[in-house]
């Protein structure tokens, strides 16, 4: 058997920590934190490798996600004739285009 780093505070292993990326408790990131700052490079080497601000850019990316979904389900909505839906998601969808102008991504 392999020694194994756990946290003394809550009894998170490295190897569940490893599986889940989860912490048990505050003590953890103490415990843990050579292989937490290890991972997070891998995590921000994969996810974002484009853009300065990748903070900003994660969120504009999920505007222009939930535009997009809205958009599709106004079209479900249409199709299944549910009009009072679509009405809703007209206005939805215009709060958000003001809001990807603003951001200027639109
Ligand atoms: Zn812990």
Known sequence: MTYE??????????SSFMR????GC????QTFNAEIVTSLKKVQ???????????VVGINRELMHE??????????????????????LSQEILDL?????RRGIM
């Open 97 to 101: 285009a003001e809001e990807l102008k």
């Open 20 to 23: 889940t990326y989860m912490l």
């Open 45 to 55: 080497g994969r996810t974002f490798h484009v853009g300065k601000a990748p903070k």
């Open 67 to 88: 535009y997009e979904r809205l958009l599709k389900e106004k079209e479900d909505a249409a199709l299944d004739g549910r009009f009072k839906r679509m009405k809703e």
């Open 5 to 14: 780093k756990t946290c003394k505070h809550c009894g998170t292993t490295l």
């Open 26 to 29: 505050p003590n953890c990131y």
